[in-house]
């Protein structure tokens, strides 16, 4: 069981998973309070100098592995952020939600807790609307670990300090779903129907802190996508324009993982994210999105 209160003088920020969206959560803390400490959790000594040349205080190590985690600093806030890596050698189940509950076991029980889970989760393919309310019976491993680590939030912490931020597509400057592709002139592969939801990198690390900023009544769940589902092929030609390049081509090979992953389609309603959470996105629909995204003009 987690201690039943804070230390005496916890403070700071940790985040624990300080990839695409996590990083850009510390920068957005450390750039609103250099004073305030940021410590970033990986698994890797050579990030962790990278990290500390940042000015984040860097901790080394791994959620699957409970001995590890002795030594966490006790923080008021904390961001678990972490993406599935198949390299660690770990299922879906091991890392996800065995890594949250080992996680939660180090946390003190008032520390204010920010989950970045999935729109992956929902399993509707009508083209549907979809909020808070709505059912979730995901098929994906991706989307069925998210929600079981949900479940573990729920059943641990009752009456905790929590919030679930169920991410639409990430995109934003360097990664942009399928940009390469374009560019290249490849054939573009999956269905050009049904709709991609996303949310720009920038508005899902805002999400993240206006969380932390709600009082006490706040919502346990918000799903975060911007305010305009797309549908893929017109996504992907707007890639193209943006790029100053040929339209795209698409071919289907109803046997690969991405077609599987493609059967989604839904629409994301974001009223709640919305009215409680961020009232203006910085890039409330894609086109503004791709045209920051793609100035940089690299993408991964």
Known sequence: MP?????KHATGTLIVGTGYVGLRVAELLRDRDPSEP???VTRSPKKAESLAAQGFHPVIADWT?????????????????????PRGGKTREE??????????????AEADIVYLSSTGVFHQTDGSWV???????????GGLAHLRAEELLHRRRPHGRWTILRLAGIYGPGRVPRGKEVRS?????????????????????????AA??????????????????????????????????????????????????????????????RRHLLRELSFPDYVRGLTDSLKSGTMT
Not at 229 to 256: C, H, I, K, M, W
Request: charged fraction near 25%; glycine fraction near 6%.
């Open 3 to 7: 201690p039943t209160s804070p230390e």
């Open 38 to 40: 940021v410590y970033t």
């Open 65 to 85: 592995d409970r001995r590890t985690l002795a030594h966490l600093p006790p923080c008021r806030r904390v961001l678990v952020a972490v993406s599935y890596d």
């Open 95 to 108: 890392s996800q939600v065995g890594g949250l509950g080992n996680l939660l076991d180090h946390l003190h």
């Open 131 to 141: 909020d808070e309310s709505s059912p979730a019976r995901p098929a994906g491993a």
């Open 185 to 209: 002139g490849r054939p573009v592969e999956g269905p050009q129907s049904g709709y991609l939801n996303l949310i720009h990198r920038e508005d899902a690390a805002r999400a993240v802190l």
């Open 212 to 273: 932390w900023d709600q009082p006490e009544n706040r919502h346990r769940l918000y799903l975060v996508s911007d305010d305009v589902p797309v549908v893929r092929a017109e996504f992907y030609r707007q890639v193209a324009r943006t790029l100053g390049v040929a339209p795209p081509t698409f071919t289907a090979d109803a046997n690969s993982k991405l077609s599987a992953r493609s059967l989604s389609n839904k629409r994301i309603w974001n009223r709640r994210l």
